[in-house]
């Protein structure tokens, strides 16, 4: 048996749940979320608390009772606090502005690099080309910081590029670093 999915969610105040039997609905201060659990789990509401289980007790049923336990609890997260993608820009002249919600990239290339974020995201500029996408959807949000990390991943001998942040980028050697004399 999973021990995440064993785990009851705390539905904090202010976040409402709805159970349709397996349509899940969570609503709260930050916006609506709805996901469809599949039919091998269980769901039920306990006090302030949902919990997930097994309807019956084979590989199937206990391979998604700890993913579906993490979805609604990421629903819930979501709805309450968000979440957050911070990325940073390292390289001369790569430099990142916003024109209206449309991010605008200069990345090296001979044009500059649009990206509008889909509907329930945002993204946000700060100091020192720091850019930070937000929203209510843990995995759209993700979705949208990959994407943008894609347009100009690191390089590993200088380094220069578009990392998350606290990523840490495994630098190699030149070729001058492995001349012999």
Sequence with gaps: MSRIGKAPITVPKGVTVDLKGNDVKVKGPKGELARTIRPEIAIK???????????????????LHGLSRTLVANMVKGVSDGFDKVLEMTGVGYRATMDGRKLVMALGYSHPVEIEPPQGLEIAVGKGNVITVSGIDKQAVGDLASFIREKRPPEVY??????YKGEVIRRKAGKAAGKKK
Aim: proline content about 0%; glycine content about 8%.
């Design 158 to 163: 200088k380094g220069k590029g578009v990392r």
């Design 45 to 63: 509401m306990e006090d302030d608390k949902v919990v997930l289980s097994t309807v019956k007790d084979d590989r199937i049923s206990r391979s």
